[in-house]
T-cell receptor
Framework: DVKVTQSSRYLVKRTGEKVFLECVQD?????MFWYRQDPGLGLRLIYF???????EKGDIPEGYSVSREKKERFSLILESASTNQTSMYLC??????????????FGPGTRLLVL | DAKTTQPTSMDCAEGRAANLPCNHS???????VYWYRQIHSQGPQYIIH???NNETNEMASLIITEDRKSSTLILPHATLRDTAVYYC??????????FGTGTRLTIIP
């Protein structure tokens, strides 16, 4: 079974703090993703990575950065947390393949509250 | 990815089969039908996917019509733990997954 873990289930941070969200997968997948999920807005892609040290912007990268130093670990960084970044953050890992056969597997999510 | 349409909510008695429909009338020939579910405050869980043929795994069965314009996810013996929002997606390996509003399935004791 694919296992994707996230460092925290719940986090409370203050405005302006630097926040690190960690994601680890154990299936040697090359592709990893960070989404945020908000009521009424669905899933929105923040950043993704095809391989170590590679990153690509998703639809809403502003205010975020990422780090992929090792294949199994993909970190999301909020440089200076703001209240509009209060959200559920979801990490996903995608198995290799072509066409529509590459399933994405999600972690349990981190619910971040910025005060 | 093609648009999908699902009922907003459904109820099912515990122990019975839950049949969740999905309409994807504009699906293209190379798009797969994927199903995920999300239990409250947890990450989405992959259930099953298929292209044309019916599929079954330890969690569910997926029945895709011959014209591929609709599909049904079947949970054969629903339990209270199956209460969740179920998402049907037409997907061709794009970078991002897009979930619609899904079907809120409630299993009734």
């Amino acid at each position: 079974d694919v296992k994707v873990t996230q460092s925290s289930r719940y986090l409370v941070k203050r405005t302006g703090e630097k926040v690190f969200l960690e994601c680890v997968q154990d299936m040697d997948h090359e592709n990893m993703f960070w989404y945020r999920q908000d009521p009424g807005l669905g899933l929105r892609l923040i950043y993704f990575s095809y391989d170590v040290k590679m990153k690509e912007k998703g639809d809403i990268p502003e205010g975020y950065s990422v780090s992929r130093e090792k294949k199994e670990r993909f970190s999301l960084i909020l440089e200076s947390a703001s209240t509009n970044q209060t959200s559920m953050y979801l990490c996903a890992s995608r198995e290799p393949g072509t066409g529509g056969r590459e399933t994405q597997y999600f972690g349990p999510g981190t619910r971040l509250l910025v005060l | 990815d093609a648009k999908t349409t699902q009922p907003t909510s459904m109820d099912c008695a515990e122990g019975r089969a839950a049949n969740l429909p999905c309409n994807h009338s504009t699906i293209s020939g190379n798009e797969y039908v994927y199903w995920y579910r999300q239990i409250h405050s947890q990450g989405p869980q992959y259930i099953i996917h298929g292209l044309k043929n019916n599929e079954t795994n330890e969690m569910a069965s997926l029945i895709i019509t011959e014209d591929r314009k609709s599909s049904t996810l079947i949970l054969p013996h629903a339990t209270l733990r199956d209460t969740a929002v179920y998402y049907c997606i037409a997907y061709f390996g794009n970078e991002k997954l897009t979930f619609g509003t899904g079907t809120r399935l409630t299993i009734i004791p």
